[in-house]
């Protein structure tokens, strides 16, 4: 079967683009007749039969219904006013469908709401997770890095510091949401207090918001490879749902120290990289551990074993093949 990766296929301010990008080129790697379409195809529809579809939930308008393909959704949704009701047609022609979710236990946003415990599912490799369900089933997996094994080098702890932070994402004091109050989005007054404890060591803070400047996958890499610190701050309902970013997995496989507020991520990477629930307090904490380089190659090693989209590639085609 082709693998056919559905969705955000033009360059722009959206991380899915980053992760699909990924996904092909991890997909090639395996061998797998792999193609990147999105809603500006021209494709008959049959062209879709017989296939495994990884797309986003929200990205479906045009992604026909297939016979005999295996759809793998992310963002399914299963609430009532969210993509349920557009993505259950994919259920409803005798395809194979699965709704792949964060690899949080607990999650609710204004799409999609689930409560489980992991240690009840059915474990398919060190994070991916797969329940059963009528009609369709639920995978539960996190991000990963952009490169590939091979690219993931052990000299690149080595790369020189520049005396700025670079902070390459979004910053805001959150928006509206149904579900969540606006203060838990706020994500500003964290960084604020990572940006004081920087201003004290005069340290530059320099931020890139991609809805402004795009940024393609090599500048970001290298960006983040010549930061003083690599920091991933988190807002309040990440850090309640446990909510596990790419960007620890990237900045980590760059050479960098990975760095959170979230204990979950903090656990997740078995408590080797730096910590601590106050942004200003996790700037000294990681000041302290940057220069280990035995430890920021152990932990490059980690990612390049467990946690490239290869890695999770294959967990997807174990579930659904």
Known sequence: ???????????????????????????????????????????????????????????????????????????????????????????????????????????????????????????????????????????YQPWATDLLPHEIDENSVYIPKQNDVYYLGTITEGWHNDNIPSWKLDNKTRIDRFIKACNENKIGFTVNNPIENSLTADQYKELYQKSYLSPDIRHQHHIDVGYIPCRVFKNISYGNLGMTNSKVVFDFFEQEIAYHEDPYELFYVANKMKNDFDQLKRMLNFVKSNHTYVSRIKALMKVVL
């Open 1 to 139: 079967m082709k693998l056919i990766i559905y969705g955000f296929k033009r360059p722009n301010r959206n991380t899915y683009y980053f992760i699909n990008q990924a996904l092909e080129r991890s997909a090639k790697q395996l061998g797998y007749e792999t193609y990147w379409l999105d809603n500006d195809h021209q494709l008959d529809d049959v062209f879709f039969n017989n296939s495994i579809i990884l797309t986003e939930g929200w990205e479906t308008d045009k992604l026909p219904i297939a016979k005999n393909s295996i759809y793998i959704i992310h963002h399914f949704g299963n609430k009532i006013h969210g993509r349920y009701q557009h993505n259950q047609k994919y259920i409803d022609n005798n395809n194979k469908v699965f709704d792949l979710r964060f690899l949080c236990e607990s999650f609710e946003d204004h799409n999609q709401v689930w409560d489980v415990k992991f240690k009840d599912l059915e474990k398919i490799d060190n994070c991916t997770y797969l329940q059963f369900n009528s009609g369709y089933n639920f995978i």
